[in-house]
Each structure stands twice: as structure tokens, then as C-alpha cells.
């Protein structure tokens, strides 16, 4: 059993999550799974999926920074 304990700091940035992974994955030509079952899906993939968007949030985050000094 997975003992997930991340938890988001913003609980309604979910949706924003949710919805930059789909287009992450339609960007790569990554089909996700309509069910939500991720377990048949390679790492790599999801590794891709995973570094892309880590990249532009942290590029996100960058401007932010960039903006306030």
C-alpha cells in the first residue's frame, strides 16, 4: 500500500496541476489513461512528463522572482 504523504501547500492549485500534466503529456505525444490508472504507463514516460513540468514551474517561479526585484 503507497503511503503518500505530499501534500499540496494550496489545495486548489490541484486543477492547475491536473491540467499542466495533460498538456505537458500532448506536448511530448504522451497518451494518458481516461480512467486515471497510471500503472501501465513506462517510467520514462512519466519521467518525461514529470521533468517538463517541473521545468516550467520552476521557470514559472523564476519570473515571479525576476518581477518583484
Given at each position: ?8 501547500l ?60
Open positions: 500500500m503507497a503511503n503518500r504523504t505530499n501534500q499540496l494550496v489545495p486548489q492549485a490541484r486543477a492547475a496541476l491536473e491540467q499542466l500534466k495533460f498538456e505537458v503529456a500532448q506536448e511530448l505525444g504522451i497518451q494518458l489513461p481516461q480512467d486515471g490508472y497510471y500503472g501501465n504507463m513506462t517510467t520514462r514516460d512519466m519521467g518525461s512528463i514529470g521533468g517538463l513540468i517541473t521545468r516550467r514551474l520552476v521557470q514559472m517561479a523564476e519570473q515571479q522572482l525576476a518581477g518583484r526585484y
